[in-house]
């Protein structure tokens, strides 16, 4: 499995940012996709998650209502869009299948890093 996240970037806070995560060697449509944070010095944690049909989302508290995930199942890749970002945000970003909050696939990808400056 392959888990290629890319988008990150260096913005200021309450810039928008868009990420995208191509995945292969998965039967993609089956799984539940999320997007995963790890902050500095800190766990990683799921912030966003998208059933496998697309249909439905969730997200943490920390960024409900600024993040939006999506997917397109014919091109095995899930989105992230991030708005009104905050220098909080600032971490690296992960995409794996998702299985109750928890990423499915080992090794993880690379990630890709945002920091927002305030």
């Known amino acids: 499995v392959q888990l290629q996240a890319s988008g990150g970037g260096l913005v200021q806070a309450g810039e928008s940012l868009r990420f995208s995560c191509a995945a292969s060697g998965m039967p993609f449509s089956f799984y539940d996709m999320g997007w995963y944070r790890q902050a500095p010095g800190k766990q990683r944690e799921l912030v966003a998650s998208?059933?496998?049909?697309?249909?439905?989302?969730n997200y943490a508290d920390s960024v409900k209502d600024r993040f939006t995930i999506n997917r397109d199942n014919l091109k095995n890749t899930v989105y992230l869009s991030m708005d009104s970002l905050k220098p909080e945000d600032t971490g690296v970003y992960y995409c794996?299948?998702?299985?109750?909050?928890?990423?499915?696939?080992?090794?993880w990808g690379q990630g890709t890093q945002v920091t927002v400056s305030s």
């Open positions: 794996n299948a998702d299985r109750r909050g928890v990423g499915i696939f080992d090794p």
């Open positions: 998208v059933s496998n049909n697309g249909r439905s989302s």
